[in-house]
């Protein structure tokens, strides 16, 4: 069920010194937060020169 109260999130995962992430975020993410900020939470996950792995036994 989803009331008027429900926030949106969103998530992104991004490198810090990306300049294409630099650029969503200044030009995409940042307006968009600042015209509808009060419907949204933004989860940002600073995320560069990073592995992930999975082990096996």
Not at 5 to 21: A, Q, R, S, W
Not at 27 to 52: C, H, K, R
């Amino acid at each position: 069920i989803v009331t008027l109260n429900d926030k949106v999130t969103v998530g992104l995962f991004y490198e810090t010194y990306c300049p294409d992430c630099r650029e969503f975020v200044k030009n995409q993410l940042w307006p968009t937060y600042v015209s509808i900020g009060e419907i949204m939470n933004i989860d940002l996950v600073p995320y560069g020169f990073a592995t992930v792995s999975s082990l096996t036994n």
